[in-house]
């Protein structure tokens, strides 16, 4: 019994949420830029997504560089998908990105304003060539379709892996 709950469980896909620095401030913060969404209604939209597709969701939110750090660390055999929008840590973070490398997890960077069109500091990302791809510009639904650019690849990764398993050699 044990064995078949502890295989259930491990076949459960992991998609963890990381939030940068003054994003608990959506909804009040610049809110012509931003939208007026809070960031527990953007989980909570995220969540009823992820629980449609089977999927468990964590979120974690921080103002802090190293503690965004720590989380992407943690991630390392525990998560299957990183979802993150480093904020302004974006545009400076080589510790990000280096964690990001390091655990080497699918990555979907999500950016709710389209930093391309502001100013010149904003347009440089340090976490996208690390990142499976980026999501900029479409409000708060970026992360829904973030959300959804991480179930499509973990379904490539899953196919990739039957594939490989398939091509085995049976013993
Ligand atoms: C942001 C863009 C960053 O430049 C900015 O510092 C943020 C939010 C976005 O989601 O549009 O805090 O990452």
């Given at each position: 019994m044990l064995v078949k709950e502890k295989t259930i469980k491990e076949n459960i896909v992991k998609i963890s949420v990381i939030q940068g620095p003054n994003l608990n401030m959506l909804g009040i913060r610049e809110q012509n830029i931003?939208?007026?969404?809070k960031l527990e209604q953007i989980h909570e939209e995220m969540k009823k997504t992820a629980e449609a597709h089977n999927l468990e969701i964590d979120f974690f939110q921080s103002n802090l560089e190293g503690e965004i750090v720590d989380k992407v660390q943690e991630c390392?055999?525990?998560?299957?998908l990183i979802i993150i929008?480093?904020?302004?840590?974006?545009?400076?973070?080589i510790a990000i990105r280096d964690a990001i490398s390091a655990v080497s997890i699918p990555t979907v960077e999500v950016h709710i304003s389209n930093v391309n069109r502001r100013e010149e500091f904003r347009?440089?990302?340090?976490i996208s060539p690390v990142a499976a791809g980026t999501i900029v510009g479409?409000?708060?639904?970026g992360y829904h379709l973030g959300l959804l650019a991480g179930i499509q690849i973990l379904n490539e990764v899953k196919a990739m892996q039957e594939q490989q398993q398939a091509a085995q050699p049976q013993a």
């Amino acid at each position: 019994m044990l064995v078949k709950e502890k295989t259930i469980k491990e076949n459960i896909v992991k998609i963890s949420v990381i939030q940068g620095p003054n994003l608990n401030m959506l909804g009040i913060r610049e809110q012509n830029i931003y939208g007026g969404m809070k960031l527990e209604q953007i989980h909570e939209e995220m969540k009823k997504t992820a629980e449609a597709h089977n999927l468990e969701i964590d979120f974690f939110q921080s103002n802090l560089e190293g503690e965004i750090v720590d989380k992407v660390q943690e991630c390392l055999g525990e998560t299957d998908l990183i979802i993150i929008n480093p904020a302004a840590y974006t545009h400076t973070s080589i510790a990000i990105r280096d964690a990001i490398s390091a655990v080497s997890i699918p990555t979907v960077e999500v950016h709710i304003s389209n930093v391309n069109r502001r100013e010149e500091f904003r347009q440089k990302s340090l976490i996208s060539p690390v990142a499976a791809g980026t999501i900029v510009g479409f409000g708060p639904f970026g992360y829904h379709l973030g959300l959804l650019a991480g179930i499509q690849i973990l379904n490539e990764v899953k196919a990739m892996q039957e594939q490989q398993q398939a091509a085995q050699p049976q013993a």
